[in-house]
């Protein structure tokens, strides 16, 4: 229980509002111990294929068009493919993340991590730059090693300073997970019912169903960490998503793109409906997100235990 309630203490930490104190190796290597030309493999698959799919919507349907309104919507006003354009982003950023690790260590992208490197970067530890290069150690003061990229710096900690590109990258992953998740809970719960039809075309198809089969593959294979406060991200998206709604519509009144979720015309309807996704349903999924990343960590140690 002292564990369990020091373990408590230190993921409410504030500093764990920010996307610090994790090792950069962490977003180029898979959970499970692949080689890292695999994983990279896999980023570049994933990328292109999402990316192909984002730009084939955009090009088919580029207006959409409601009948029942006699309203016409552009590609970009939807929420399902904002969550899909910040899905293909993530995924791009990712792979190079990924690529630039690999333009640094080419005769490493078809050997398998070394074990024990592998076991201290996700037992949650602060380790030294060159893990990677065999000489684990933990550290406790400050010393100069090379950085992720090659490069000397300082290392506070032994954790060295997370570049730019990997914070935006982890928030791009938190942010994604959580939304694509809700657009297909609002598809299928209150769009799809309207539709009158049991099929879905292709296009419905990436986006509603295989958006959040990709996320959740994402988690379980990824090694990227998720906080409990990083729920803020998807709200900030959703509220980003949520002012742009309400200027659309206050250029025509019949621009109704979510009926009984997002109708400015029945704003008292709307905020609860705000509130309900904000405070109930979002914190749900991020927590089940959450509770994905310990249970991956756990499978983790249970399967490699007896190597490790």
């Not at 016409?72 to 904002?82: E, G, P, Y």
């Not at 630039?100 to 602060?126: A, I, S, T, V």
């Not at 942010?175 to 719960?189: G, K, R």
Request: proline share 5%; with cysteine; aromatic share 18%.
């Amino acid at each position: 229980m002292s564990q369990f309630c020091s373990y408590v203490r230190s993921e409410l930490q504030l500093k764990n509002f920010g996307c610090g104190d994790v090792h950069p190796a962490r977003f180029a290597y898979s959970q499970w111990r692949m080689p890292v030309g695999v994983y990279l493999a896999y980023r570049f698959l994933v990328a292109v294929y999402v990316s192909f799919w984002l730009i084939s919507t955009a090009i088919d349907a580029p207006v959409i068009y409601f009948p029942d309104s006699n309203t016409q919507f552009s590609w970009a006003s939807f929420l399902t493919n904002w969550t899909y354009f910040v899905l293909a982003l993530y995924l791009i950023l990712h792979f190079f993340v990924c690529l630039f690790y690999c333009c640094k260590r080419r005769k490493q992208l078809c050997c398998l991590p070394d074990m024990d490197g592998h076991k201290q970067l996700f037992n949650e530890l602060r380790v030294t730059p060159s893990l990677w290069s065999g000489d684990y150690h933990p550290v406790d003061s400050v010393e100069n090693s090379d950085n992720y990229y090659g490069r000397q710096e300082t290392t506070v900690l032994g954790t060295p300073s997370l570049p730019i590109l990997h914070k935006i990258t982890w928030m791009l992953f938190t942010t994604v997970s959580s939304a694509a998740l809700m657009v297909t809970l609002v598809f299928f719960v209150f769009l799809w019912p309207q539709m009158g039809t049991s099929s879905l075309d292709m296009a419905n198809l990436q986006e509603h169903i295989l958006n959040s089969v990709l996320v959740i593959f994402d988690h379980i294979i990824s090694g990227i960490p998720i906080r409990i406060y990083h729920y803020i991200y998807p709200v900030l998206y959703g509220a980003a998503y949520t002012a742009f709604s309400a200027i659309y519509w206050a250029g025509d009144h019949n621009r109704v793109m979510y009926p009984k979720i997002l109708d400015w015309n029945q704003p008292g309807h709307t905020v609860l409906m705000l509130l309900l996704v904000a405070f109930v349903i979002l914190p749900i999924l991020h927590m089940c997100f959450f509770v994905i990343y310990k249970v991956k960590l756990f499978v983790y140690h249970m399967l490699y235990q007896d190597r490790l």
